[in-house]
């Protein structure tokens, strides 16, 4: 409930404030009739309606004004498909996707198109209103299983940007410490002084973030890091 003072009579007027409206899309019946139930509940307290097809949803957005689109992802109602169709129809409705849980990939592809957020049919009803809630106030949000999997990439990436800042030669250097070779027979292999190999290899471990040899080696095996063909053979 609102409450505002009439600039005329100084009273004080309440009024209902008007609810969240949403939009279902989902193309199978079963599916759309209990989200369509646990919408309605009191819970959420949204005004929804439903699409059973992408035309007929953009239908619905070019009749009515809705805060949110709820979409299933299917192999005819891809993320950016459906996101491109809701963007034409009324510009600026966030989307919210569900997907089979096994459907990882589609709930990347989702994320990565603009979805406000995604969810696994399998989600608790808990987590369906928090996501629900989460959109509506224009924030994003992310089932746990694709949460993992993107900090899972992110620590990927960040080991293979480590990886990269390693000069030619240090990474040589480090493929030999995988092979447990030492520092005399690095310096014979390499045609340098075995004062060379020591600066190469604190360069190696400040650039990784290790303190050791067997951390730097640790690393050379989780990265696969290998010496060349040609120096396997320990001299």
């Not at 003072?5 to 899309?25: D, H, Y």
């Not at 009803?125 to 900090?151: N, T």
């Amino acid at each position: 409930m609102l409450i505002f003072r009439s600039e005329k009579s100084g009273e004080f007027i309440a009024t209902a404030r008007k609810s969240p409206s949403l939009l279902l899309l989902e193309p199978q019946p079963l599916y759309r009739a209990a989200l369509r139930s646990l919408l309605e509940s009191p819970r959420i307290e949204v005004g929804v309606d439903s699409a059973s097809s992408l035309e007929e949803c953009t239908t619905r957005l070019l009749e009515s004004a809705f805060d949110l689109v709820v979409a299933a992802i299917t192999p005819e109602l891809t993320p950016r498909r459906v996101l491109a169709a809701v963007a034409q129809a009324r510009m600026g409705v966030p989307v919210l996707f569900l997907a089979e849980s096994r459907d990882l990939q589609g709930r990347i592809e989702a994320m990565r198109a603009g979805a406000t957020g995604t969810l696994t049919r399998d989600a608790t009803p808990e987590d369906f209103v928090a996501a629900i809630q989460a959109a509506l106030r224009g924030r994003r949000s992310m089932d746990e299983a694709l949460a993992d999997r993107l900090l899972s990439s992110a620590a990927s990436i960040d080991r293979s940007l480590d990886h990269a800042a390693l000069s030619t030669t240090e990474r040589e250097i480090l493929g030999l410490l995988g092979v447990a070779w030492s520092t005399r027979a690095i310096a014979d292999a390499r045609g340098i002084t075995p004062k060379s190999v020591r600066n190469h290899v604190t360069n190696i471990y400040r650039k990784l973030g290790v303190s050791s040899r067997p951390e730097a080696v640790r690393y050379a095996a989780r990265m696969g890091i290998r010496p060349a063909a040609e120096q396997v053979t320990h001299p």
